[in-house]
Nanobody, 121 residues
Framework: QVQLVESGGGLVQAGGSLRLSCEASGSIRSIVAMRWYRQAPGKQRELVAHITWDGTANYADSVKGRFTISRDNAKNTVYLQMTSLKFEDTAVYYC???????????????WGQGTQVTVSS
């Protein structure tokens, strides 16, 4: 089994910054990619950013130039640095990991529990 633990959410004024972290632990053999999603009240969950374990990153148009996803392979941790935050960035942010686990090795994906980000206007 694998667990994802997110941290770093909170309340921030518009224009401010936050950094989210998501650490994966458990019977991990290798991580393929990790993603950050968000879900605002009454809206569908949307993909915010994605990074492969060799460092290739992609972003939703709505956060390009403001958010940066990065990873620490040694710590099995992914980060989301959020700057120039806007009211519309308010949401619960979730991380997701695509990885190989266990023995015999198998592919699986896991979600974190979510962390609330609230941007006051």
């Amino acid at each position: 089994q694998v667990q994802l633990v997110e941290s770093g959410g909170g309340l921030v004024q518009a224009g401010g910054s936050l950094r989210l972290s998501c650490e994966a632990s458990g019977s991990i053999r290798s991580i393929v990619a990790m993603r950050w999603y968000r879900q605002a009240p009454g809206k569908q969950r949307e993909l915010v950013a994605h990074i492969t374990w060799d460092g290739t990153a992609n972003y939703a148009d709505s956060v390009k130039g403001r958010f940066t996803i990065s990873r620490d392979n040694a710590k099995n941790t992914v980060y989301l640095q959020m700057t120039s935050l806007k009211f519309e960035d308010t949401a619960v942010y979730y991380c997701k990991a695509d990885l190989f686990e266990g023995a015999p090795m198998r592919f699986n994906n896991y979600w974190g529990q979510g962390t609330q980000v609230t941007v006051s206007s």
